[in-house]
């Protein structure tokens, strides 16, 4: 089943990948294809004109699932803390289960036998 899902998400994937590279054919201005400029990559030599409609959607799209990535990792990482913390504290209630239930029950208790004065209460 996850192989036929991965599967499925690689097909629509490709899918994408080739409408966006079709919405760039499209979307030309004066013969030549519309260009993004990003403020900070702009400076750089190679993208001084921007870079591609398709290549800027791309590029987001790759930062955004990777920032969910590392979101995922954290949540996941105090999960497994938090479930490490559980299973330790199970450990420790159920060993003091184990030894409250072995010890004999009369050894705490006194019983006396004393009958009260109606005077002294």
């Not at 400029?37 to 001084?48: G, Q, V």
Request: some cysteine; overall charge negative.
């Amino acid at each position: 089943m996850k192989l036929l899902k991965y599967i499925l998400f690689v097909i629509i994937l490709i899918t994408c990948v080739f409408f966006i590279i079709q919405l760039d054919k499209l979307n030309t201005l004066d013969s030549g294809p519309i260009m993004i400029k990003f403020p900070y990559l702009s400076s750089m030599e190679n993208y001084a004109d921007g870079i591609q409609v398709w290549e800027a959607i791309i590029l987001t799209l790759s930062i955004g699932v990777f920032i969910g990535f590392i979101i995922a990792l954290f949540q996941i990482i105090s999960q497994k803390t938090e479930i490490i913390s559980q299973k330790s504290k199970i450990r420790q209630l159920s060993n003091e289960l184990s030894t409250l239930r072995n010890q004999s029950i009369d050894d705490d208790i006194d019983l006396e036998d004393s009958t009260e004065d109606p005077d002294q209460i």
